[in-house]
């Protein structure tokens, strides 16, 4: 438990001490959000049909903008080969790094996606439902953001790969998360998309560490 | 299967088998054409669109069986460090993304008749579409790593983790109510399509499969060539 604190702590400060990198995902999330109104129509009515789906390709878009320094400033500097050579299990390591990834990233699109939706004129009774759909996607695509980038780590090109790679795999997040949206806005039972999306998690969960740190064992070896 | 992993084996038996599938992939093309094109009715509702089909579902067919071979060549690369394995699964990926292209260009002319419209966003169609995508992904990451050792062991991995869209793909006409129709051919009582045209159908599936394996091995035989000729290379 010292360990996953220590680690917890180590990136955290990591990142805070970086600065711009967690504050630069957050601008462009906003950016793109305010593109679709200029872009498609400023209708309030149109908008407030599409605010679900332009406040979720935003944050995914903007979440993919992260992921490329998630392992590579370890890999640079060589502190990835300690992490993986150390005692403790490289799965949990690598669970701990997504929480604070998820931390820096997926939190504040959280907690900046309502004043976005409210801005695009969402209806008020899909604030609860956006918030929570967010809560329980958002460290999915950490998650599975953290695959890509373990993936790509060392490669030409690593930041449009993991794009290319992570976005298609993406896509269910995307479909149960405007989709408890959708239904709660047009009064159908919305706890079936937010359970999809739980169970997501769950499996993403137990199953992406595994993957990331078989790829990351690969890397170093 | 381990005895056929070694490359020099492997190739004492791919060799001769090379003519044989070609021509048996050209001929059994050229027949299922025949019959798809003349010797087969067309059909009550659809009219003469329906041969699109003869194209359109083999192509689909392959499209998932290049990925699932690709799929278990890449797990049994990462378990036994074959190195055919992942020559296969190299090999498969670009035959497979080709097959998916066909089925996925077939199926928006057979569409735009039937439907009224080129494309619709439903389960079947969206998801083939993420298979392609799976692949240029793939395709992608494999070379785009300076040390080919290790684009293959993580474009391994890749194609693992993709394969969770395979069964999705496969089950999505059940699962979600969809434009598209569920399927006719692999379902446990009789197929629900009259033999005259189960019989241009099947040769088309059985000329695609022959043509992939034809493929397959020539893309094999290349890739090891190629390897020969750098170790020749590097110690002259």
Redesign the interface.
Known sequence: MDTVMAIIRRDLSLVMRQGSDAFVVLIFFIVTVTLFPLGVSPDPLILQNLASGIVWVGALLAAMLSLDRLFQTDYDDGSLELLVLSPYPLEIVVLCKCFVHWLTTGLPIMVISPVLALMLNIKTGAFLYLITSMALGTPIISLLGA?GAA??L?????GV?IA??I???T?PILLFGVGAIQAATEGYNASSPLMFLGALLLFSIALCPW?IA??LR??VS | MHRFANPARFMRIAEPILPWTSVGALAAILLALYFGIFDSPADYQQGETVRIMYVHVPAAWMALFAYTLMALASGSFLIWKHPLADLSAQAAAPIGAGFTAIALVTGALWGQPMWGTWWVWDARLTSVLILFFLYLGYMALVNGFDDPERGSRMGAILALVGFINVPIIKFSVDWWNTLHQPASISRLDAPAIDTSMLIPLLLMAIGFKLFFISILILRIKIQLLKKRIRSIQLTH
């Open positions: 695959v993936l790509v060392g490669s030409r090109r690593s790969l290319l790679l976005i298609p795999l896509i993957v078989s790829s690969q890397v």
